[in-house]
Every structure is written in structure tokens, then in C-alpha cells.
């Protein structure tokens, strides 16, 4: 079984500053990472995803995360924020190897204040 | 490209009663997944359908099925509804392939349905 922990519940940052999410997981076996963003009141959009190769991923929207497999961490970061990017992030691990069934964090609320 | 569409967005029912939430997949899109989120539980993965059988199961009472027709549209269903089913249902669809199930497949996402039980 995978278990997954963010962990900052809420990230409060200043507008064009940088930020990180954080996120921990925990598996017996090899997995692969998801980091997705939810806007208010709308379903989830996949921001990035690690699947193999190399552990700095980019992603949309300007977002990145690097895999570190002896820290079991998938950090999520952005060099500079805008206002836009006020969601919840939420970041998943599922097994490698075998079906998609992810397991969820309990997701991170960032606020980008002007 | 119409994306993911579910309907109806917003649904209340009694404890007790049974509720059929419908999902419409991406044109071309073979897989659709459901998922629950709640603030107690977060997000949890219900199940997942690929022409028409269901190919993963996520850890959930048997009062929680879903079915696929044969245009990948997607049905799920909640009987006996308990309080705590109260949540917002997700639906994604995704192309599916072979293998490991598509995951390298992206998953778009509807906008969800907001199911209250009194």
C-alpha cells in the first residue's frame, strides 16, 4: 500500500515570490508521482507526473518537481506565482508497473496574496 | 473539443434513498474513472472503466458500482445512501491504452457532481 503526506495544509505567499509544496510519500514498491491542481469549484487538471527518466519534471502553468527517491519526496515548485495560481494542490503516488490507482494527499491550499 | 461533462452538477437525497450520477468522456476517450472527495476523507479513487468493464476498484462498499455503455458514457451508482456519502463525485476520462492501463495516459477531469444527503 502507498500512503502519500503533504505536508503544509495551507501555503500563504506573496505574488511573483517563489513557493514549494511539499510532498512525502511512503510504498514498498517503486511508484509513480502525480501532482494535480484543483480551482474553485472545478475538477482536478494534472499539472505534472513522474513516470521514469529524469527526476526534474516539468509541467504546465510553469510548475516543476524534482523526484528524490532516497527522501521519498516529490516537491512541487514554481519560481515566481501570480495571483492565478490560488488552487488546492493535490499530489498522488501510485505503484509503477501495474494499474492506475492513486492514492491521494490531503492536499495543499495556496493562497497568492497581491 | 467538448471536455469532460457530468450531469446532474448538483443532486439532494435522503438517507436511505439511491442516486445515478452520469459521466460523458472526451470524444475518442475509452476510459473514465470516478473518484470521491470529501474534507473528511480527501480524495479517494472509486473505479475505473474501460470499454465497458471495469478494470480497477478502489476500496469501497458494494453499494458503489458504476457501469460503461458502448460510447464510453459512464453511469455511477450509490444505493442506500448513508450521510457520509455526501461529496463531490469526480469523473476523468482518458484514452486508456493497453498495458499499464494507460498510465501514461492524462486524465481530464470534470467538473464534478455535488451530492448532499439529508
Known amino acids: 500500500a502507498q500512503s502519500v503526506t503533504q505536508l503544509d495544509s495551507q501555503v500563504p505567499v506573496f505574488e511573483e515570490a517563489p513557493v514549494e509544496l511539499r510532498c512525502n510519500y511512503s510504498s514498498s514498491v517503486s511508484v509513480y508521482l502525480f501532482w494535480y491542481v484543483q480551482y474553485p469549484n472545478q475538477g482536478l487538471q494534472l499539472l505534472l507526473k513522474y513516470l521514469s527518466g529524469s527526476t526534474l519534471v516539468k509541467g504546465i502553468n510553469g510548475f516543476e518537481a524534482e523526484f528524490n527517491k532516497s527522501q521519498t519526496s516529490f516537491h512541487l515548485r514554481k519560481p515566481s506565482v501570480h495571483i492565478s495560481d490560488t488552487a488546492e494542490y493535490f499530489c498522488?503516488?501510485?505503484?509503477?508497473?501495474?494499474?492506475?490507482?492513486?492514492?491521494f494527499g490531503r492536499g495543499t491550499s495556496l493562497i497568492v496574496h497581491p | 473539443k467538448a471536455g469532460v461533462t457530468q450531469t446532474p452538477r448538483y443532486l439532494i437525497k435522503t438517507r436511505g434513498q439511491q442516486v445515478t450520477l452520469s459521466c460523458s468522456p472526451i470524444?475518442?476517450?475509452?476510459?473514465v474513472s470516478w473518484y470521491q472527495q470529501t474534507p473528511g476523507q480527501g480524495l479517494q479513487f472509486l473505479f475505473e472503466y474501460f470499454s465497458e468493464t471495469q478494470r480497477n476498484k478502489g476500496n469501497f462498499p458494494g453499494r458503489f458500482s458504476g457501469r460503461q455503455f458502448s460510447n464510453s458514457r459512464s453511469e455511477m451508482n450509490v444505493s442506500t445512501l448513508e450521510l457520509g456519502d455526501s461529496a463531490l463525485y469526480l469523473c476523468?476520462?482518458?484514452?486508456?491504452?493497453?498495458?499499464?492501463?494507460?498510465?501514461?495516459?492524462?486524465?481530464?477531469f470534470g467538473p464534478g457532481t455535488r451530492l448532499t444527503v439529508l
Open positions: 470524444s475518442g476517450h475509452r476510459s
Open positions: 476523468a476520462s482518458s484514452l486508456g491504452g493497453a498495458g499499464t492501463s494507460g498510465i501514461t495516459d492524462t486524465q481530464y
Open positions: 498522488a503516488v501510485s505503484r509503477s508497473g501495474g494499474s492506475y490507482i492513486p492514492t
